[in-house]
């Protein structure tokens, strides 16, 4: 079984400040982790994806998250929040199955807000 | 240009009525995958498709159904049976090369589906 927790539902930053979105994960067997974002009415965009290579994975839109195992954590950060980044992100996990589609489980979201 | 789309964008559904939410993509993706959002809660899994005629239930898969008759094309029926069937409903599709829980998926822009 495998589960997702992102701490905080609701952010808040301002322009210019970094951004630290977090997200904690359980599974039994190593996991692949996800981020995805979405803006409002509009289906979910892939910011970035850690797949056991590398533990600091950079994505789009300047965001990166670090895999660190001994905390089962995947959190994501920004170093300076722009007003474009006001949306919800989402932390998903797969566990790893070869041969079969990908099932995700999802994080409950937390929805980014950016003031000037 | 390739991509997933949904329609409609907007799904009136009065009591005990079936309602079909349409899912196509020209990704040439074997698997597919619908969720569905609820404010606060994610998105939980209902059905997946890893190849045509062939669908397995997902998390949450009472009160709806689905086939997968081409390999683009995978409707979600909303059934009367669904009490509560109110949310935002997100298509998904994976390439499924065997890469298995690595891969990336890609949604749709969403349907809203509204109880009258």
């Known amino acids: 079984a495998q589960s997702v927790t992102q701490l905080g539902s609701h952010v808040s930053v301002s322009e210019g400040a970094l951004v630290l979105l977090r997200c904690n994960y359980s599974?039994?067997?190593?996991?692949?982790l996800f981020w995805y974002v979405q803006y409002p009415n509009q289906g979910l965009q892939l910011l970035l994806k850690?797949?056991?290579?590398?533990?600091l994975v950079k994505g789009i839109n300047g965001f990166e998250a670090e895999f660190k195992k001994s905390e089962t954590s995947f959190h994501l950060t920004k170093p300076s929040a722009h007003m474009s980044d006001a949306a919800e992100y989402f932390c998903?996990?797969?566990?790893?199955?070869?041969?079969?589609?990908?099932?995700?489980?999802f994080g409950t979201g937390t929805r980014l807000q950016v003031t000037l | 240009d390739g991509g997933i789309t949904q329609s409609p964008k907007y799904l009136f559904r009065k009591e005990g009525q079936n309602v079909t939410l349409s899912c196509e993509q020209n990704?040439?993706?074997?698997?597919m995958y619908w969720y569905r959002q609820d404010p606060g809660q994610g998105l939980r899994l209902i059905y997946y498709?890893?190849?045509?005629?062939?669908?397995q239930k997902g998390d949450i898969a009472e009160g709806y159904s689905v086939s997968r008759e081409k390999k683009e094309s995978f409707p979600l029926t909303v059934t009367s049976a669904q009490k509560n069937p109110t949310a935002f409903y997100l298509c998904?599709?994976?390439?499924?090369?065997?890469?298995?829980?690595?891969?990336?998926?890609?949604f749709g822009p969403g349907t809203r589906l509204l109880v009258l």
């Open positions: 850690y797949t056991s290579a590398a533990t």
């Open positions: 990704l040439n993706h074997d698997a």
């Open positions: 998903a996990v797969s566990a790893i199955n070869t041969g079969t589609a990908s099932k995700l489980t």
């Open positions: 498709s890893q190849i045509v005629n062939d669908f």
């Open positions: 599974s039994s067997v190593p996991p692949y």
């Open positions: 998904a599709s994976s390439i499924y090369g065997g890469g298995g829980s690595r891969e990336t998926q890609y």
